[in-house]
């Protein structure tokens, strides 16, 4: 297991973001963490105060924006 066979997924179910290392299938995960926190933790201050519009792989265009609510 290598840093570049890491991945990280969302749960259908919880919608807990593990990172972790998955089967040769790339379905089942063989382990993983919850990252939840330091997920929106890294979101948060990579988007905050200011929003941005990413396009992905499969061509879908997203714009992202964290606004903080007082």
């Not at 840093?3 to 990280?8: A, F, G, L, S, V």
């Not at 997924?9 to 998955?22: E, Q, R, V």
Request: negative net charge.
């Amino acid at each position: 297991m290598s840093i570049e066979n890491i991945r990280i997924a969302k749960s259908a179910l919880t919608d807990t973001i593990y990172a972790g290392y998955t089967d040769k299938s790339g379905i089942t995960w063989k382990t993983k963490k919850d990252v939840t926190d330091d997920f929106l933790a890294a979101v948060i201050d990579r988007f905050s105060g200011f929003s941005e519009t990413i396009t992905c792989s499969d061509g879908k265009t997203y714009e992202i924006q964290v606004k903080e609510i007082k």
